[in-house]
Structures are given as C-alpha cells and as structure tokens.
C-alpha cells in the first residue's frame, strides 16, 4: 500500500483486521460445532455478527456521523441520512467458512454521494490486504494491482457464482455457463464474490460474472477492479449496476467479450434478446422430453478385469503398476 493511505482507508483496514481476527479465531472451533446444521448455522451467525459488531464499532468511533448498510444489520446503525455510507460484508463466503475451504474474506467499502471511494478486501486465510482509494490506486499489501493483459477470451480464466437460492433462474444460468466455458480457457467458482472481485484485479482471473448479488457483496471489490485498470458494470455493460443484482469485470478487453455474450441474458437486456433466450429454454426442455421418451440404447456392460501388480523381488515393495 502506498505510504501517504487515506485516513478513512487507514481506518477500513483496521476494522478489517479486527473483524479477520474474530474469523481466524473461529475457524480453530468450526470443526466442533458441524455436528448438527442447527449449531452451524448459528455458529456461523454468530461470528458474522461479532465480526461486523468489530467493523461498526471501529468505523463509528472514528467517524460517528457516517452511515452504515451491512449485510447482518442493514442500516439500522449510524447516521440515516449521511452521504457517508459504509458497506460491509464481514464474511463473504460462509459455506466455505464451514468447510475449512481456505477462500473467504471481509469487504468494506465507503460510499460517499452514492460513488465507492474507499475499499477494502481482507482474505484472513492469507493474510492478504486488498485496498484502493478513488484515483490513487488499488494495492495488496505493499503491491499496486494491475488487471490481467490477455486480450482474447480462448486464453482467459474466467471467475463466477452459482446461483444457489430457491426460485433462482437455474436454467438460463446454465446456459450462460455453458457459453463462457466454450469460449474460454477455464471457469472457476472459489464461492466468494469479493475475493473473486479482487482476485480481477490481481490478474489471478481474468474476468467475473454472477448474478443474484447485493452491494456488499461487490461494493469495494468493484473499486479494487476500477483502480487496477479494469471494467464493472451490469451484463449489458452499463457501469451503474450496483443495484442490478448482475455483475461482469474484467479487463476492458475481456470486460467487453463478457458482455458480448451475457448481455441477453440481462433482465436489462431487450425484447429480441430475451425472445432468443426463452426460444433456446424451450428447445432445450423439448429436447429433453425427446430424450427422456426414446428407449434406452444397450448400455455396453464393463467388466472388471483383474490385473497382477508386480511385486520387486527381495525387497517386498510393490512396484506402481504405472
């Protein structure tokens, strides 16, 4: 990070910290309280609270006329009607949480007039602070970040999130899937849309997409991606999509093929376009009945064929069989 940080980021990172030393402390304990879905999930509850409960107390004693939307509590601490607004996720990534699965993080950003200035990503698994202040730069730790430079989407890792909860648009999400992994060289889906945001920036991925989020999810991992040279927006490539529940990123090459191929799938997207995803649904679905209604072919049987591993003489090792 540079040397002269904002004051207001300064403060961020400590809120930050506190609140991955309440996560890291808690992962020691996770493994005895999986016993029943109940004790974990009000495990998890409970350090997400006591993690953002950190993150307020340390942003509202240095700044108590500053608003607060967090994903625990909402607004309903700090000011209700500041242009200050912190956006706070203390713990993206909960299911992996759980798991022990290392890839996890807390996400602060200020807003102030409705823009992302301030942002912060701490992943307390690495020890790894991402941060970036509006026209100064985005930094892990002491490094400036800079997007990825691939320019063609064949060669690119390409980062998103499934939808998981009930009522969720399973189907097109799919076909959407199935599109970006023809085209490009990999899709990964670490669980964690802020990391995966800064990971944009890292030039770790190459570019981001998910649907079904809420500003704290992307709020200060949109300014790290800005900052290090790259694009956010909706998937019809609009820039003010914090509210829109979609986000693509990438670099401003990739960012633009992202969009060429999930902009029909936007609920922004127009009339024609979405006629063509509802006619591809249907064909699908007719496709599918015309499958499940033909007898099934012969299944070719396998058998199971025994082979002798051989055994080094003298030394009673046995040789890989390979």
Not at 43 to 53: I, K, L, P, R, Y
Not at 285 to 292: G, I, R
Request: with cysteine.
């Amino acid at each position: 990070m540079s040397s002269n940080l904002h004051p207001m980021l300064n403060v961020a990172i400590k809120a930050a910290r506190a609140a991955g030393a309440i996560i890291n402390r808690a992962a020691l304990d996770v493994e005895a309280v999986r016993v029943s879905v109940k004790q974990t999930n009000d495990f998890v509850t409970e350090v997400d609270q006591a993690a953002e409960a950190a993150i307020i107390e340390n942003l509202l004693t240095a700044y108590p006329g500053h608003g607060i939307l967090a994903e625990e509590s909402g607004s309903e601490h700090g000011a209700k009607d500041s242009e200050f607004v912190w956006i706070i996720d203390p713990l993206d990534g909960t299911t992996n949480f759980i798991h022990g699965f290392p890839f996890y993080c807390v996400s602060i950003a200020l807003s102030v007039r409705g823009k992302i200035e301030q942002a912060v990503v701490y992943d307390p698994t690495r020890n790894d602070i991402y941060s970036a202040s509006k026209g100064r730069g985005a930094y892990v730790n002491d490094r400036r970040l800079r997007v990825a430079k691939r320019t063609r989407l064949q060669e690119c890792l390409i980062s998103t999130g499934f939808p998981y909860r009930p009522g969720d648009k399973l189907k097109p999400y799919l076909n959407m899937l199935g599109e970006v992994m023809s085209q490009c060289a990999g899709v990964r889906r670490p669980g964690a849309a802020a990391l995966d945001l800064a990971y944009v920036a890292t030039g770790y991925s190459d570019g981001f997409f998910e649907t079904g989020l809420q500003p704290w999810d992307v709020a200060a991992g949109s300014l790290l991606v800005t900052e290090a040279g790259g694009l956010i927006g909706n998937f019809t490539g609009e820039a003010d999509f914090m509210d829109h529940g979609e986000c693509v990123a990438g670099n401003p090459r990739i960012y633009g093929q992202l969009v060429a191929t999930l902009g029909k799938y936007s609920k922004f997207a127009g009339a024609g376009d979405k006629a063509t995803v509802r006619q591809t649904l249907l064909e699908d679905a007719a496709a599918n009945e015309t499958a499940s209604a033909a007898p099934p072919a012969d299944k070719p049987t396998l058998t199971a064929k025994k082979v002798k591993t051989p055994i080094a003489r003298n030394t009673g090792t046995q040789d890989a069989p390979f």
